[in-house]
Structures are given as structure tokens and as C-alpha cells.
């Protein structure tokens, strides 16, 4: 298939004796494990041709732990905080996915004002996830106060989950059957304050960073995805609906208590550049902020006093059998396939993750051919990766 970079044969020069000592080929260069533009321990192998893109490599494995060997060796609840230090910026999102597989086999029922406070949490683990990404997304193209706004708002979310679990970012709070720990009234109004102030706050960046002339020409029709490519690789997220198409499994599936609440699903308009860009992919997560208020207002709204615990053995031991559960993390869909041979054991025989970012990653070779190097470091940010969930 012919790419982006092939400008078809190159001219035959004149021979002579000096032009038949020159070479021409690809420079190769190595863009991590170490480099701030990859997000984590990434190395993607570049070729060259000058400034242009011919060829990218991505190189993975740098922080492989093993993670799916060794849930078959601890008991389910031992296994959550392993699934915590999947995506390290959403370990509320991953906790979740892996408790609601344990769940549905175990048949657990979870009391309303736990599902409630699970997806409070998780909306504010979004909001958090997001403003990551904003950041250091604005750190990547040159822009380096908007990440310091990002950080002041992204600190009180986690001081408010460092409250409630004694963690700031790999949390073990959603339990199989609930969650280990109440909110207490103080703490809701001050996740209540806090919307509204984030509110604005959206508002500001959207000024400060969103129409920002640099940032727009930086971003706008530059490494574009369309659906078919979405489809194709199985992006999701964020990146499936920069794509323009409208898929949110909150929305089109859902579960807990998503169903009984009101929000938009964003996707990319070409409000700037072309849909399926990284201005596209970008807008989406800035978007989903506000909604993500939105839910958590409702959410308040609807909290009442209650049991925040089901009714779970001391000693979980699933039937035989397999599920596979998937849910709607800030950085697309994340799928727990979780397979019990019964015979009383309280391991499970197989756990294997479906994670987004590894299928992001894996757009990248289909991104980068004629692109600028630079285009390329905006392209990678666009996507939103994190290397504890693509290498497990």
C-alpha cells in the first residue's frame, strides 16, 4: 500500500564520477524509552528522510511486570491493586472494571449509594485523567503554564481521594461488593465547590489553549484517524470520537447507574482543522470535563444515606466459568476477561486485560509516515497513551 511518504522513483541522476559516491538513505533515530514526547517508557524507532517521518516503530516492553501472571497466583481481592498500576492516572477507572468482572460471577449485589460514590469517583478520576493530558500536552507543543493550571486543579481531586483511600494515585478504594470507605457531607461539598470552580476553569483553558493561534496551527490537520482507521485498529475513547463517530459505552451500553443520568457524548465536529485530527482528539477530552461536571452534580443530587458494603464471602471462590466486562475509562474502553475452573479455588485460572492504550500505540506506525518530526511529538500526545496499561 502506497503511503504518505512515497513520492514515487526518484530521478535517475547523471552519472558521473562523483555523483556515483553518494548514498542516499534513511536516518534512524530513537525517540525514548526515556523522553518526555512518549508519555513513559516508550521507544519508538524513527526513519528519517531529513525532517519527514518515513517510518515509526513503537518498541514495547520497557515496563512489562507480569501483571496477568500474577493475578493467577493471588486471590481476587489481592488482584486489585495490580489492576491499580494498569493506568496509573485512572486507577479508580481500572479498580472498577476489574470488581464489576468479579461481580457479575460471583453475583454480588451492590448497594445504590456504593454505585453512586463509584461513579462520582470515577468522574473525578476523568476530570483528573484529563486535565493530565491537557497539560502535558500543551508541556509537548511548547506551552508551559497551562500544565501548572492543570496541576493546581488535578492536586484537589487527589487530596479528596487521598481522604477517602489513604492513597493519592494507586487507590485499592472500589472493593468487590462496594467501596472500602464512605464520603463524609464535608467531603461532598467540597467535590460540589470544587465543579463549580472547574467549571470556569474550562472555560479559561479553553481561551488559554484551545483557539490559541500556535496551538491550533500545531495540532489542526495534523495526524488524522478516520473511523474506518478507528475501526480497523479497535480505537476507542477519546480517540475513536475525535474520529466524529459517537460511541461511549456509559451511553450506548450502559452500566452501574449511568443509565438514570444525563449527559453528552462529545465527539469531533472539525470545529478546527478536519475531524479525526489531533485538535479533533484533543477538543473531546476538554469537552468530556464538562460533562463529567455534569454527572457528578447529578450524582450529589442523588446520594442518600445507605450501606456503601454488599453482602461478599470472606473467601471468594467463583463458579466455573468466564465473563468479559468492559467499561468506559478516560482513555477508552478497558475489558477484563476473567476465566474460574470452580474446584473451590480462590485464584482465578486466567485474567487478561483488553487495554486501549495498547490499541492506541498501535495506530502509531499508520500515523507517522510523511509527517514532520515535530507533528509526529503532537501526533503521539494526541493519543493519550500511558505505559503501565500497554505493557502490564
Not at 513520492?7 to 562523483?18: D, L
Not at 493471588?74 to 498500576?85: E, M
Not at 485512572?90 to 451492590?110: D, N
Not at 470515577?122 to 484529563?130: F, M, P, V, W
Request: with cysteine.
Amino acid at each position: 500500500m502506497q503511503s504518505k511518504w512515497d513520492i514515487g522513483e526518484p530521478e535517475k541522476p547523471t552519472i558521473n564520477s562523483e555523483t556515483e559516491q553518494l548514498k542516499s538513505e534513511l536516518l534512524t533515530l530513537n525517540m525514548g524509552p526515556q523522553h518526555p514526547a512518549t508519555h513513559g517508557v516508550l521507544r519508538v524507532e524513527i526513519w528519517t528522510d531529513s525532517e519527514i517521518v518515513a517510518h515509526a516503530i513503537p518498541h514495547l516492553g520497557y515496563l512489562h511486570r507480569c501483571m496477568e501472571k500474577h493475578a493467577e497466583n493471588l486471590d481476587y481481592r489481592g488482584i486489585i491493586p495490580f489492576v491499580d498500576r494498569l493506568d496509573y492516572l485512572a486507577s479508580m477507572s481500572m479498580e472498577w472494571g476489574y470488581v464489576m468482572a468479579v461481580e457479575k460471577m460471583l453475583g454480588t449485589e451492590v448497594p445504590r449509594r456504593a454505585e453512586l460514590l463509584r461513579i462520582l469517583t470515577a468522574e473525578l478520576q476523568r476530570i483528573a485523567s484529563h486535565l493530565m493530558a491537557f497539560g502535558t500536552y500543551a508541556l509537548d507543543l511548547g506551552a508551559f503554564t497551562p500544565f501548572l493550571y492543570a496541576f493546581e486543579e488535578r492536586e484537589k481531586i487527589l487530596r479528596l481521594f487521598e481522604e477517602v483511600s489513604g492513597a493519592r494515585l494507586l487507590y485499592n478504594y472500589i472493593w468487590i461488593g462496594g467501596v472500602w470507605n464512605d464520603w463524609t457531607d464535608d467531603q461532598i461539598a467540597r467535590v460540589s465547590s470544587f465543579v463549580d470552580v472547574m467549571e470556569q476553569e474550562a472555560k479559561k483553558y479553553h481561551e488559554l489553549v484551545s483557539l490559541n493561534k500556535i496551538f491550533v496551527e500545531r495540532t489542526s490537520n495534523v495526524g488524522v484517524l478516520t473511523v474506518e482507521d478507528c475501526f480497523t485498529y479497535g480505537a476507542t475513547g477519546p480517540v475513536l470520537r475525535g474520529s466524529g463517530y459517537k460511541w461511549d459505552l456509559r451511553k450506548n451500553k450502559p452500566y452501574s447507574l449511568y443509565s438514570e443520568l444525563e449527559f453528552d457524548v462529545p465527539v469531533g465536529d472539525g470545529e478546527r482543522g478536519v475531524v479525526g485530527d489531533c485538535w479533533n482528539r484533543y477538543i473531546v477530552r476538554m469537552r468530556e470535563v464538562v460533562e463529567s461536571i455534569k454527572i457528578i452534580r447529578q450524582v450529589i443530587d442523588k446520594l442518600e444515606p445507605g450501606p456503601v458494603m454488599g453482602k461478599v464471602p470472606k473467601i471468594i471462590k467463583l463458579p466455573k466459568g468466564e465473563v468479559y466486562v468492559r467499561s468506559e475509562a478516560p482513555r477508552g474502553e478497558i475489558g477484563f476477561h476473567l476465566v474460574s475452573e470452580g474446584n473451590d479455588s480462590k485464584t482465578p485460572y486466567r485474567l487478561k486485560v483488553k487495554s486501549p492504550c495498547f490499541t492506541h500505540t498501535s495506530m502509531l506506525p499508520h500515523m507517522a509516515p510523511g509527517q514532520m518530526v515535530a507533528d509526529f511529538v503532537a501526533s503521539i500526545g494526541s493519543i493519550d497513551i500511558v505505559l503501565g496499561e500497554v505493557d502490564r
